[in-house]
């Protein structure tokens, strides 16, 4: 079975400073990978996705990943934190089910605080 | 298309009763999956559809917790004689295809038992 791990339960940074949030996944096969966004409250919406096309992957509101299959590392990058980033991250591996379906596998998740 | 809806969005049930969440996918989608997310945790797999058919299930969903998807459209999960461990946020999710590309998750319905 594979398996993500995000380091960092919670990181903080400061409004307009770099957001690096970070991913890490065992698989056997080349997987396809995903960040979701959780605002309080809230369903989980795709931030974005990698699935064997390009390595950089750019998703919305400026975050982008970058896929390193020698590290089996998918960190989240932003340039500049705005104070709307403040949210809960989470990185997700897909694996095929065996039962025509394809079943995400999900980090604990990072919780993202923004300091004005 | 209004995306993934789930109802209730909160609900707090005492120890022991049942409890039935509903959830309306994406209409063209015919995969939908449930998901159970507690506190400080990312989602777990539950149970997963294809059209009405109920094509997997986790270890996680003991024999308290049922789902339907009649027709293949909305999809049920009931859970029969709750359990304060039951307390979680559950999240529906659907997909157009195998889900490899990702799914389109719903705002959840969160539970808490008292």
């Known amino acids: 079975a594979q398996s993500v791990t995000q380091l960092g339960s919670h990181v903080s940074v400061s409004e307009g400073a770099l957001v690096l949030l970070r991913c890490n996944y065992s698989s056997s096969v080349p997987p396809y990978l995903f960040w979701y966004v959780q605002y309080p409250n809230q369903g989980l919406q795709l931030l974005l996705k990698?699935?064997?096309?390009?390595?950089l992957v750019k998703g919305i509101n400026g975050f982008e990943a970058e896929f390193k299959k020698s590290e089996t590392s998918f960190h989240l990058t932003k340039p500049s934190a705005h104070m709307s980033d403040a949210a809960e991250y989470f990185c997700a591996v897909s694996e095929e089910s065996g039962a025509g379906s394809y079943q995400l596998t999900f980090g604990k998740g990072t919780k993202l605080s923004v300091i004005p | 298309d209004t995306g993934v809806s789930q109802n209730p969005r909160h609900k707090i049930t005492k120890r022991g009763q049942n409890v039935t969440f509903r959830c309306d996918p994406i209409?063209?989608?015919?995969?939908l999956y449930w998901y159970r997310q507690t506190l400080g945790q990312g989602p777990e797999f539950l149970t997963y559809?294809?059209?009405?058919?109920?094509?997997?299930k986790s270890r996680l969903l003991s024999d308290r917790f049922s789902a339907e998807r009649p027709k293949g459209s909305f999809s049920t999960l009931e859970i029969q004689r709750t359990e304060q461990g039951d307390s979680a946020m559950y999240l529906c999710?659907?997909?157009?295809?195998?889900?490899?590309?990702?799914?389109?998750f719903g705002s959840g319905t969160r539970l808490t038992v008292v």
């Open positions: 999710a659907s997909s157009e295809g195998q889900g490899d590309y990702g799914y389109t």
């Open positions: 990698y699935t064997s096309a390009a390595t």
């Open positions: 209409s063209e989608h015919n995969r």
């Open positions: 559809f294809q059209n009405e058919a109920q094509l997997e």
